[in-house]
Nanobody, 122 residues
Framework: QVQLVESGGGLVQAGGSLRLSCANS????????MGWFRQAPGKERDFVAA???????YYGDSVKGRFTISRDNAKSTVYLQMNSLRPEDTAIYYC????????????????WGQGTQVTVSS
């Protein structure tokens, strides 16, 4: 059984930074694609970033140059370093896992964490 547990969310002022973590248990981690998505109230769940087993990364346009995704296979953990945060980054952030290939649609990810709230004040 796959279990994804996010942590690291919170309240931060605009221009600040946060680092999210997602620990993956119960599944072979090293061959998976790990992704981050976010969902603001009343909006769809949007792609943020993803990283494959080989360290190849892909980012949504709105976070390029500000967010960095990384993974530690030994710890079965993926991270999202978020810098230069903006009020529009406010959302619940979810990590998700799928096999092999990076995809950007939420429907193509098989397992999800419970989410962690990120709030950026202006």
């Amino acid at each position: 059984q796959v279990q994804l547990v996010e942590s690291g969310g919170g309240l931060v002022q605009a221009g600040g930074s946060l680092r999210l973590s997602c620990a993956n248990s119960g599944r072979t981690f090293s061959s998976d694609v790990m992704g981050w998505f976010r969902q603001a109230p009343g909006k769809e769940r949007d792609f943020v970033a993803a990283i494959n087993w080989n360290g190849i990364t892909y980012y949504g346009d709105s976070v390029k140059g500000r967010f960095t995704i990384s993974r530690d296979n030994a710890k079965s953990t993926v991270y999202l370093q978020m810098n230069s945060l903006r009020p529009e980054d406010t959302a619940i952030y979810y990590c998700a896992v799928r096999s092999t290939f990076i995809r950007t649609r939420a429907s193509e990810y098989n397992f999800w964490g419970q989410g962690t709230q990120v709030t950026v004040s202006s």
